[in-house]
């Protein structure tokens, strides 16, 4: 079975551009999150999606960030205009959703997002 | 203010020896709480997941205990190898079904 994938892998972009990042979560997992580690922090929810709908969107840092999961299968999570304090590794994970039960979270292996 | 804080940022210990991880939070009630390993350059991999209601969890050499009176989360790993050398990241249910991590805890082993 794929797990989860993230691409690109890295991404270089000048400050001002804007930069989509996309995750496929694992098929028949409802729960799709994305995640954010700045250099020398943890790790930060962002939003999380249950099918196409956005559960909880707290995270995100601005309105410069715009996150679509069409269909309920994979997500994007676009950046524009990029910020210099945007740098950092984005994670996408996604579960199961059941209700009421809690189950483990399947981590990609993140976008490193460099703003030059 | 919430926080989840976890025992040293680098933790070094002998082949062999048991390690113990620690997660204290403070202003959050987590009806569960994940423990993660996490390698340079990968995301983070799911270990354990402890309910409220549980006071322990093993599984193979690592076991986890979860003291909600005292806020805090223990991590072992007993006979420990080089190869659990990693980074450990304790998650903790905020609500629904998201999670908070902790900043982590870097192990290493020596030989």
């Known amino acids: 079975e794929a797990g989860v994938t993230q691409f690109p892998s890295h991404s270089v972009i000048e400050k001002g551009q804007t930069v989509t990042l996309r995750c496929d979560p694992i098929?028949?997992?409802?729960?799709l999150y994305w995640y954010r580690r700045v250099m020398g922090k943890e790790i930060k929810f962002l939003l999380h999606?249950?099918?196409?709908?956005?559960?909880?969107e707290s995270g995100m840092p601005n309105n410069r960030f715009l996150a679509e999961r069409t269909g309920g299968t994979y997500s994007t999570l676009k950046v524009q205009p990029a910020e210099l304090e945007d740098s950092g590794v984005y994670f996408c994970?996604?579960?199961?959703?059941?209700?009421?039960?809690?189950?483990?979270?399947?981590f990609g292996q993140g976008t490193r997002l460099t703003v030059v | 203010s919430q926080k989840i804080e976890q025992n040293s940022e680098a933790l070094n210990i002998q082949e062999g020896k048991t390690a113990t991880l620690t997660c204290n939070y403070t202003n959050y009630s987590p009806a569960y709480l994940q423990w993660y390993r996490q390698d340079p350059g990968r995301g983070p991999v799911f270990l354990l997941l402890i309910r409220e209601n549980e006071k322990e969890k093993r599984k193979e050499r690592l076991k986890v205990t979860f003291d909600t009176t005292l806020k805090q989360s223990l991590f072992h790993i007993t006979a420990s190898q080089p190869a659990d050398s990693a980074t450990y990241l304790c998650?903790?249910?905020?609500?629904?079904?998201?999670?908070?991590f902790g900043p982590g805890t870097r192990l290493s082993v020596l030989p």
């Open positions: 098929s028949g997992h409802d729960n």
């Open positions: 994970a996604s579960s199961h959703f059941l209700t009421g039960v809690h189950t483990e979270a399947f």
């Open positions: 998650a903790l249910e905020d609500y629904g079904q998201n999670f908070v």
């Open positions: 999606f249950v099918k196409e709908s956005k559960q909880d």
